[in-house]
């Protein structure tokens, strides 16, 4: 019986232990955080030239590269 309760201690050791090394690789490379996803401009006269300016934030911990960007 003593045998049985250690194995089954050691189990609940390195799953625990394993579960949290995964979860922590979960959160590599680059992530992208955008917090205002949308502008609205309300009432424009036509021809005025607008503009608005997005915060792009990187909060992981590898480089993020932005290959190309387009309007809505």
Do not use: C, W
Request: net charge positive.
């Amino acid at each position: 019986m003593k045998r049985y309760l250690q194995m089954a201690l050691l189990v609940l050791l390195l799953s625990t232990f394993l579960g949290h090394t995964v979860l922590a690789q979960e959160n590599r490379g680059p992530r992208i955080v955008v917090k205002e996803q949308v502008f609205d401009f309300k009432e424009i006269k036509e021809g005025s030239v607008v503009q608005h300016t997005f915060k792009v934030l990187n909060e992981g911990d590898q480089t993020l590269e932005i290959k190309s960007v387009r309007p809505g």
